[in-house]
């Protein structure tokens, strides 16, 4: 399983775009990565998922640089609900060994006004 | 459509106790993974089950801890003979395959007094 590392903490106000880097050296070629945010005392929640190059959803953009080492979860114009620990995975979604998500200790944002 | 559900969503039990925590995946999905969250730190993988089957165990503490998915009903997670040390916030999740996202439940909080 690939090892993730991510800043510890941000800090952004109202209104700013974040960007939220994760350095994943020794991905493998099958695995995905994979961004969850959680809010204190609920569940995980998907943000979004990408392999390669940029995906973009309605909530987040995720950057992939070719070598694959790192990526960048990109908030756009965050708010104060957005306050919340950003945790980066990566794992094989194509063989199934990815299903053991290993999660770290996340990078937790905090947003003021 | 209902995400995963968890319940209890909060459970004291005394040292020595038996804990049940009983996990609903999403309508659809199969695959359903447990995982034990301490507090200021990330979620750590205990096991993997489809229906009616135990795939990956390998976070599973060895003794007093199991866990089943059964061809009807919900997954449980058991815990017998529980310690202060099994105080911890224990969520589920659930996929369609074993290789797709994994969504996740509100968690069940343990308390061991």
């Known amino acids: 399983l690939a090892k993730t590392t991510q800043p510890i903490s941000m800090d952004s106000y109202e209104g700013q775009e974040v960007n939220i880097t994760c350095s994943h050296n020794?991905?493998?070629?099958?695995?995905?990565i994979t961004w969850y945010q959680q809010f204190p005392s609920q569940g995980p929640r998907f943000i979004i998922q990408g392999y390669k190059t940029k995906v973009t959803n309605e909530v987040a953009s995720l950057f992939i640089p070719a070598d694959r080492k790192s990526s960048t979860l990109s908030l756009p114009r965050v708010s104060l609900s957005d306050t919340a620990v950003y945790y980066c995975l990566v794992g094989d979604l194509i063989t199934g060994g990815g299903n053991k998500l290993t999660f770290g200790t996340g990078t937790q944002l905090k947003v003021e006004l | 459509n209902a995400g995963v559900m968890q319940n209890p969503r909060h459970l004291v039990r005394r040292r020595g106790q038996e804990a049940r925590l009983r996990c609903s995946p999403m309508k659809g999905h199969s695959h359903v993974y447990w995982y034990r969250q301490l507090p200021e730190e990330g979620l750590k993988f205990m096991v993997y089950?489809?229906?009616?089957?135990?795939?990956?165990e390998s976070g599973m503490p060895k003794e007093r801890f199991s866990a089943e998915f059964p061809k009807e009903g919900p997954s449980i997670l058991r815990i017998q003979q529980v310690v202060r040390g099994d105080s911890a916030a224990y969520f589920c999740?659930?996929?369609?395959?074993?290789?797709?996202?994994?969504?996740f439940g509100p968690g069940t909080r343990l308390t061991v007094l």
């Open positions: 089950l489809q229906k009616e089957n135990i795939i990956d």
């Open positions: 020794n991905i493998a070629t099958n695995d995905y």
């Open positions: 999740a659930s996929s369609i395959q074993g290789t797709d996202t994994q969504y």
